[in-house]
Every structure is written in structure tokens, then in C-alpha cells.
């Protein structure tokens, strides 16, 4: 993400915790997430936006 503008709208769409050095990553844990849909969102509101990985919660 490039501002804290950015970073800001990301954190409103949908976000649990940030993550990474320079805290511009954005996990996301739950039930019925819509992966595809979520990310089309983030890319709407803030820019590029791309999956790192999905994981089952165990």
C-alpha cells in the first residue's frame, strides 16, 4: 500500500490484524469469507491488492 490513506481504507473494508515490516499486509480469519470478493473490494477502494496465501484455521 502506498499511503496511510491507503492502509486506512483497507483497514475499514475488512482486516484482524496487520502484519509484515512495514505493516502493509492485512490478515483476515473467519468463517464464510469470500475470498475473491474481498479482494475485487480492496482493489476498488485502495489499489493493488493481491492473495499471499489461504489457510485453514486449525
Known sequence: MKCQKC???SLKVAAEQQEGNEKEK???IG???DVVKLTTIL???VGT???ISLAEQK
Do not use: A, F, N, P
Request: net charge positive.
Open 43 to 45: 482493489r476498488k477502494k
Open 31 to 33: 468463517d464464510g469469507i
Open 7 to 9: 492502509r486506512t481504507r
Open 26 to 28: 492485512v490478515v483476515v
Open 49 to 51: 491488492t493481491e492473495i
